[in-house]
């Protein structure tokens, strides 16, 4: 099993940036989708999830209204539509695959300067 996530970067206060994870070595439209972040000297906290219909979606509070996650099941792809970027949301950002375990990818860097 293969997560790749892509599309980290630096971006300015207010500015977007769109992440990728790439999905490898599972059935992908079994398994729930997630993104995490972590910043430095903090746990990693969940961002979103969404089920494999898209039918279930769900976001943090600190995210919500700003952020958009979405799937392809036919390209094995994760998406996350990051908008109207606060220096806070500066961190690594993961995906991860959900089923009965649950697979990271090694995760792409966002920082978002003030």
């Known amino acids: 099993v293969r997560l790749v996530e892509s599309g980290g970067g630096l971006a300015q206060s207010g500015g977007s940036l769109r992440l990728s994870c790439s999905v490898s070595?599972?059935?992908?439209?079994?398994?729930?989708m997630k993104w995490y972040r972590q910043a430095p000297g903090k746990e990693r906290e969940f961002v979103a999830s969404?089920?494999?219909?898209?039918?279930?979606?769900y976001y943090s509070d600190s995210v919500k209204g700003r952020f958009t996650v979405s799937r392809n099941n036919v390209r094995y792809q994760l998406y996350l539509q990051m908008n109207s970027l606060k220096p806070e949301d500066t961190a690594m950002y993961y995906c991860?695959?959900?089923?009965?375990?649950?697979?990271w990818g090694q995760g792409t860097q966002v920082t978002v300067s003030s």
């Open positions: 969404i089920s494999p219909a898209d039918d279930s979606i």
């Open positions: 070595g599972l059935t992908f439209s079994n398994y729930v």
């Open positions: 991860a695959a959900t089923l009965s375990s649950t697979y």
